[in-house]
């Protein structure tokens, strides 16, 4: 295979998993923030202990996962930008889609 197919190839695997973690991670911040707003709901109408300790026990559950993919999107937007620079370096691609596709992901994540 080519280098430059190589390329190409590499920024569609690179960029699909860097746009699948940044959704990830979108969507688990606003579990969060939804089992958060109904755990202060449940302690201001004064749910019964079981109840606030097992949406307490949801909560940390979902810091969890968002730092854990937040962890994963970082790597994978690193690895993706490490791939954009090699890709900058060959003019054939500079109008390629997965090369813009990759370069707006990155944008995104800079976020």
């Known amino acids: 295979?080519?280098?430059?197919?190589?390329?190409?190839?590499?920024?569609?695997?690179?960029?699909?998993?860097?746009?699948?973690?940044?959704?990830?991670?979108?969507?688990?911040?606003?579990?969060?923030e939804d089992l958060q707003s109904k755990l202060d709901k449940m302690i201001a109408d004064g749910a019964e202990e079981w109840d606030l300790k097992n949406a307490k026990r949801l909560v940390e559950e979902s810091n969890r996962m968002v730092a854990d993919t937040s962890d994963r999107?970082?790597?994978?937007?690193?690895?993706l930008r490490d791939v954009v620079i090699k890709a900058r370096t060959e003019p054939s691609l500079a109008e390629n889609e997965e090369f813009m596709s990759a370069e707006a992901i990155l944008e995104e994540a800079a976020l």
Do not use: F
């Not at 999107?73 to 690895?79: D, K, N, Q, S, T």
């Open 73 to 79: 999107m970082g790597r994978a937007v690193g690895e």
């Open 1 to 32: 295979m080519s280098e430059i197919a190589a390329l190409k190839r590499q920024l569609k695997i690179k960029s699909g998993a860097a746009k699948r973690l940044l959704k990830e991670n979108g969507l688990y911040h606003k579990d969060t």
